[in-house]
């Protein structure tokens, strides 16, 4: 039996191959091998089943070339074109499209060269795009945050300031303890937005983080009509603060207690859902100075800790204030990277074992974190950074590890841009490509994610992190008319299972558009581009390149690749 009658065997007989990868779930691996039957849409009928170089499916008719890149301003329709008159009803392959599997049915990698990490059921695995959790400012989005963590009410709610984060930083881990929802508010005001909140939880309790510095007596106030009780607690400063919330919440006293600076935010943020998960407080530290304050010893004795988890590298919490820290807790571990972006993920790598729900906050603003922390924290997901207009490879690694049901985005567009709604990875610019070609390929990139976002589909990570661009050296080649083919491509990049370029000529307005549209339109593209992750992320490396007029678009899609 052929690899193409293997998958169209219908009713209760299957091939072996397909009874036992069955078993494992894992659609990287059925997509490496071509024996899974994708969808167009969401919703749509899935297509026959494709097998690489299946005759009858894929490959070009007989005759034609699959190698040779077609320009579409060439006349007669380019090379590549088929004879006037004829037509071949076995390949949908548009005159102006190249494609090139160079993978065959009798080179396919082992199983155990696409499993990487913890891999999990698909039940397990999102295939759900991100989903928005956003307002009009920071207090509606604290709202919607609220809403989506805690539908019904809460007897408990913690407010703090929304507009310093010095006093809310340590409030995270307080209020997934006390299930308690963290509401910003204004310094002389409640925003309509929170005081429908708090009319929609109905609290007996409000308390309040922070001194009248930065919740005004007037609030403090106007929150009695909406709990019975009203506590404060507050400290001379962000650090004392931070000892008076944690002795508070954990009177007994607690095992771990976590610690990170209080001139800045990113690494509290990241260290607020990670204590919540430990049952720790967070304890805020004048981080660039020689001595613990007094009163933090004081308040470190207390809590009787034997393990202190330190947020941030040396330039953050200095060695001496380790050292400090050190002689009162015992045992020290310290989470650092070379920017918040690594240290937050190596963070949620150490204190999430997986399975774990995933929010992502923007790294450079504190306000929307600040709600998405708590919440984070009360549900047990993990918290991480990411820029404002896509997601750190490091970063989206940490991510994939935890093999999240649900990730989560914080803010509106304004403060994480729909690039990161779709999933697009932070990528790494080739060296010596034009500043257009490298916008180009971007504008690229954004358009696969944002066609799996629209058809419910999770993203495609980019190869770069690990692997450099393939695509890049082969778009160029391809422009400058010097490629023909690529029959080293499946063991010099073993991770890739389907290869497809275009390309478009002078007399295009469009080119990244029209690039695009030749792609798709090719039947396997399609199928390749709408595969669903299922238990191994799908990779894809994306190519652009002008040389003179002609511009070339390549796009390499497969699996296997460790993050």
């Given at each position: 039996m052929t690899m193409r009658e293997a998958n169209n065997v219908g009713g209760k007989r299957r091939s072996p191959v397909r009874r036992i990868l069955g078993i494992f779930g894992l659609g990287a691996v059925l997509i490496s091998l071509g024996?899974?039957?994708?969808?167009?849409?969401?919703?749509?009928?899935?297509?026959?089943?494709?097998?690489?170089?299946?005759?009858?499916?894929?490959?070009?008719?007989?005759?034609?070339s699959d190698s040779e890149p077609v320009d579409v301003d060439a006349p007669d329709g380019g090379a590549g074109s088929a004879p006037e008159g004829s037509e071949d009803p076995s390949s949908d392959t548009p005159e102006e499209v190249e494609e090139q599997p160079e993978t065959t049915a009798d080179a396919i990698m082992p199983l155990s060269a696409l499993a990487f990490g913890q891999v999990a059921d698909p039940a397990s695995w999102?295939?759900?795009?991100?989903?928005?959790?956003?307002?009009?400012?920071?207090?509606?989005?604290?709202?919607?945050?609220?809403?989506?963590?805690?539908?019904?009410?809460?007897?408990?709610?913690?407010?703090a300031t929304g507009e310093l984060?010095?006093?809310?930083?340590?409030?995270?881990?307080?209020?997934?303890?006390?299930?308690?929802?963290?509401?910003?508010?204004?310094?002389?005001?409640?925003?309509?937005?929170?005081?429908?909140?708090?009319?929609?939880?109905?609290?007996?309790?409000?308390?309040?983080?922070?001194?009248?510095?930065?919740?005004?007596?007037?609030?403090?106030?106007?929150?009695?009509?909406?709990?019975?009780?009203?506590?404060?607690?507050?400290?001379?400063?962000?650090?004392?603060?931070?000892?008076?919330?944690?002795?508070?919440?954990?009177?007994?006293?607690?095992?771990?207690?976590?610690?990170?600076t209080g001139e800045g935010f990113a690494d509290a943020l990241s260290a607020g859902a990670a204590a919540a998960k430990l049952d720790a407080p967070v304890l805020l530290v004048p981080g660039s100075g020689a001595v613990l304050p007094q009163e933090l010893q004081n308040g470190l004795s207390s809590l009787g800790a034997t393990r202190a988890h330190i947020v941030g590298g040396p330039a953050t919490v200095s060695p001496s204030i380790e050292s400090a820290i050190g002689a009162l807790a015992g045992a020290v571990t310290r989470y650092s990277g070379k920017d918040r972006y690594e240290v937050s993920a190596n963070v949620s790598t150490a204190i999430f074992g997986g399975y774990a729900d995933v929010y992502w906050a923007n790294g450079l603003a504190f306000a929307d974190a600040l709600a998405g922390a708590a919440a984070a924290g009360a549900r047990g997901s993990a918290l991480l950074l990411v820029e404002s207009g896509c997601v750190p490879s490091v970063v989206y690694a940490a991510t994939d590890r935890l093999l999240p049901g649900e990730i989560l985005i914080l803010g509106g567009a304004?403060?994480?841009?729909?690039?990161?709604?779709?999933?697009?990875?932070?990528?790494i610019r080739p060296s010596g490509i034009s500043d257009s070609d490298w916008i180009s390929a971007q504008a690229l990139y954004g358009r696969v994610n944002q066609d799996r976002f629209e058809r419910g589909l999770g993203a495609l990570r980019v190869s770069d992190s690990r692997r450099g661009?393939?695509?890049?050296?082969?778009?160029?080649?391809?422009?400058?008319?010097?490629?023909?083919?690529?029959?080293?491509?499946?063991?010099?990049?073993?991770?890739?299972?389907?290869?497809?370029?275009?390309?478009?000529?002078?007399?295009?307005?469009?080119?990244?558009?029209?690039?695009?549209?030749?792609?798709?339109s090719y039947r396997a593209t399609g199928q390749w581009l709408y595969q669903p992750n299922a238990g191994v992320r799908g990779f894809v490396s994306v190519g652009y390149a002008t040389s003179g007029s002609r511009s070339s678009a390549v796009l390499f899609f497969g699996a296997g690749l460790d993050g």
């Open positions: 024996l899974v039957a994708v969808p167009t849409s969401s919703t749509a009928a899935p297509l026959p089943a494709i097998g690489l170089n299946d005759p009858g499916s894929d490959t070009p008719p007989e005759g034609s999102s295939e759900r795009p991100a989903t928005r959790l956003g307002g009009e400012d920071r207090y509606a989005t604290a709202a919607a945050i609220t809403r989506q963590a805690y539908p019904s009410t809460a007897d408990t709610v913690i407010v984060f010095s006093d809310s930083l340590s409030a995270a881990p307080l209020s997934a303890k006390l299930r308690a929802p963290l509401l910003p508010v204004a310094r002389n005001e409640i925003p309509a937005a929170i005081k429908s909140e708090l009319t929609r939880l109905m609290p007996s309790t409000i308390i309040i983080a922070g001194g009248p510095g930065s919740v005004s007596p007037q609030v403090e106030s106007e929150l009695r009509q909406y709990a019975a009780s009203v506590v404060r607690l507050s400290g001379s400063d962000r650090y004392t603060t931070s000892v008076e919330i944690a002795k508070f919440g954990w009177p007994e006293g607690t095992q771990n207690v976590f610690v990170a304004g403060t994480l841009s729909d690039s990161v709604r779709n999933g697009n990875e932070c990528m661009n393939p695509a890049q050296s082969w778009a160029a080649q391809i422009a400058q008319g010097q490629a023909r083919s690529q029959a080293s491509l499946s063991s010099a990049e073993p991770w890739v299972r389907y290869q497809v370029s275009a390309v478009t000529g002078a007399t295009t307005s469009n080119r990244v558009q029209r690039s695009y549209d030749l792609l798709r």
